[in-house]
């Protein structure tokens, strides 16, 4: 892991006065925040944000303006930030999106984060891939079953896919993670197809 902390941060070598904005993504029930929480814990001073908290409410994946502007934004001015989406707000939803100053490592983990919108924002990018034959399994799994729960998950792939199909995050991610982030590294399993890394 701490491989990969090295590469995301040589990939961006200029960056000083702010933290280093590195984006996870991978569709959905690829692992993405398993592996985030992962790499906070391999760089301890940084923080996580999950696009899903930016996106809550507010839809699948027209946010990158919201992300930009309230998160992104900020961040390159060396700001701390505390946000609360206007969607919070209207559903009373407690809390806010908090990054404190002088953290080394933001790592935004979402379906959708590498996006040609967001490219100026970035400083490197992990893509994470699944197998596909095991997505919608994986989310149900995760998120349940309910009827309301499936109608969800079909509405998700139907969005997902267009949407990562024209912005292609895999052809400009900095590091391309193959297999499964949920468990221990085993090299048979976890590949990096980019460069290597030691997860």
Known sequence: MFDAVRQLRDA???????????????RGGAGKTTLAERLR????NSVVVHT??????????D???VLAENILRPLHRGEPVNFRPDAW????R???????????????????II????????????????DLDEQE?????????SAEQQEHVTNWLREELPFMLRERPWSRATLIVAGPSQIDHDPDTELVVASPISL
Not at 41 to 44: G, S, V, Y
Not at 52 to 61: E, G, P, T
Not at 95 to 108: E, L, N, Q, R
């Open 52 to 61: 899903d908290d930016v996106a809550w409410n507010h839809a699948c994946f």
């Open 94 to 112: 407690l809390g806010s999106i908090t990054i404190p100053a002088g953290v080394d490592f933001v790592w935004v983990e979402g379906t959708g």
């Open 89 to 92: 707000v209207r559903h009373d």
């Open 12 to 26: 961006s070598p200029d960056v000083t006065g702010r933290p280093r904005v590195i984006a996870i993504d991978g």
């Open 137 to 145: 399994r994986l989310l149900i799994a995760r998120d349940g079953d």
């Open 63 to 65: 946010w990158g303006a």
């Open 41 to 44: 814990r391999a760089e301890p």
């Open 115 to 130: 996006r040609d919108e967001l490219d100026p924002w970035l400083d490197a990018s992990v893509y994470l891939q699944g």
